[in-house]
């Protein structure tokens, strides 16, 4: 079982910028792949972008241009670069952690991985 600990969240107007940042209890090299999903008040949790042990990475179409996911194994840490952040991204930010293969159709389910406690982002207009 894998510890996650995120942080970074907080409260930013648009346009501007966030790091999330998510740090493993065990070492990273022996997790398959570190995502990234999110959840705002009222709806379900929906994926925002992985990076695999290889960094190969994907990301949901409506943060693609604004958002990079990166790994940094020497720290056990994956983050989340937030720019341009929009009213629309306000949401708990959740860490994802998961070993062993997933085929491509489960990449953007919630209900694999191990989970952080979140950390909320909340973007005003």
């Known amino acids: 079982q894998v510890q996650l600990v995120e942080s970074g969240g907080g409260l930013v107007q648009a346009g501007g910028s966030l790091r999330l940042s998510c740090t493993t209890s065990?070492?990273?090299?022996?997790?398959?792949?570190m995502g990234w999903f999110r959840q705002a008040p009222g709806e379900q949790r929906e994926f925002v972008a992985t990076i695999s042990s290889s960094d190969i990475t994907y990301y949901t179409d409506s943060v693609k241009g604004r958002f990079t996911i990166s790994r940094d194994n020497a720290k056990n840490t994956v983050y989340l670069e937030m720019n341009n952040l929009k009213p629309e991204d306000t949401a708990v930010y959740y860490c994802n952690a998961r070993f062993g293969y997933y085929p491509s159709n489960l990449r953007s389910s919630p209900n694999f991985g191990s989970w952080g406690q979140g950390t909320q982002v909340t973007v005003s207009s």
């Open positions: 065990i070492s990273i090299f022996s997790i398959t792949s």
